[in-house]
């Protein structure tokens, strides 16, 4: 059984069929990159997994938990499944650990010090520990980056979803935030990554998932995709990535 299964999902807004009709499976361990086109339905498809955006149909499941939105409310599903934003979304008026434990302390009613002990080891390992007591304004992008990751990891979901978390950073700033994810990736979290760094991407992937439109049009493993891509628009959407 997989981690997170997403069946016959659907969602509009309004006139526009963002994603018609979408099924797909995460395993444990699994990291699956989800690549295409701007506009095709990627950030849609990540907000819908943890109900930032209400779909008209379909069924999220993770494993040992149950549907998502109906079994356990979505705030609930919001700690197991956690997401990794382009814009960081830190509190301004919060210092880094306050901002780490704002979660673990209010939605998890957790214990300050276990927490913080946590947070601490966290960030450690993502090398801003000496950044504590610091306040968002006073980090740079790819700092405030890896705080929010440190955020989500410190609520211990299962899965975790990010949605191009380095697209607002400077070139220099990118590959410190991809080093953590790769990390992640190496000691076995479970995650969905949307991405335009390719090179990353066929790093970090187990499995390459290609939408156009809302659906999933192509889906291989990344050697494959990125090397020997089976669609005409996959091909096309290669090819617009070399400069
Ligand atoms: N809040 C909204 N209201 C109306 N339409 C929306 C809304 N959000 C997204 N859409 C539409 O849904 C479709 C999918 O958008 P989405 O943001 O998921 O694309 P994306 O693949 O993440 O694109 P990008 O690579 O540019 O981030 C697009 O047609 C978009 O215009
Ligand atoms: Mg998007």
Redesign the pocket.
């Known amino acids: 059984m997989p981690l997170l299964s997403i069946q016959n999902l659907r969602k509009t807004?309004?006139e526009?069929v963002?994603i018609p009709d979408l099924n797909l499976s995460l395993h444990k361990g699994e990291v699956v990159v989800i690549l295409?086109p701007?506009?095709?339905?990627?950030?849609?498809?990540l907000r819908c997994i943890n109900g930032l955006e209400e779909k008209q149909s379909g069924v999220i499941t993770v494993k040992n938990i149950g549907e998502l939105g109906k079994d356990i409310s979505w705030e609930q599903a919001r700690q197991k499944v956690g997401m990794v934003f382009q814009s960081y979304e830190l509190f301004a008026h919060l210092n880094v650990i306050d901002n780490i434990l704002l979660g673990p302390i209010k939605a998890q009613k957790r214990d300050r010090a276990e927490a913080e002990k946590q947070a601490e080891t966290l960030l450690a390992r993502v090398g801003l520990l000496d950044r504590k007591t610091a306040f968002p304004r006073e980090l740079s992008g790819g700092q405030k980056q890896r705080i929010a990751i440190v955020r989500t990891l410190c609520m211990n979901p299962d899965v975790i979803l990010l949605d191009?978390i380095t697209a607002a950073l400077d070139p220099e700033m990118v590959r410190e935030v991809l080093d953590v994810v790769l990390e992640l990736a190496n000691e076995g979290m479970s995650m969905l990554i949307?991405t335009h760094e390719m090179g990353f991407a066929e790093k970090v992937a187990d499995r390459i998932i290609f939408m156009d439109r809302?659906s999933i049009i192509e889906e291989s493993e990344p050697n494959q995709f990125f090397h020997n891509p089976q669609t005409e628009r996959a091909k096309q959407f290669l090819r617009g990535m070399d400069y």
């Open positions: 807004y309004g526009t963002a295409g701007s506009g095709c339905g990627k950030s849609t498809l191009e949307v809302g």
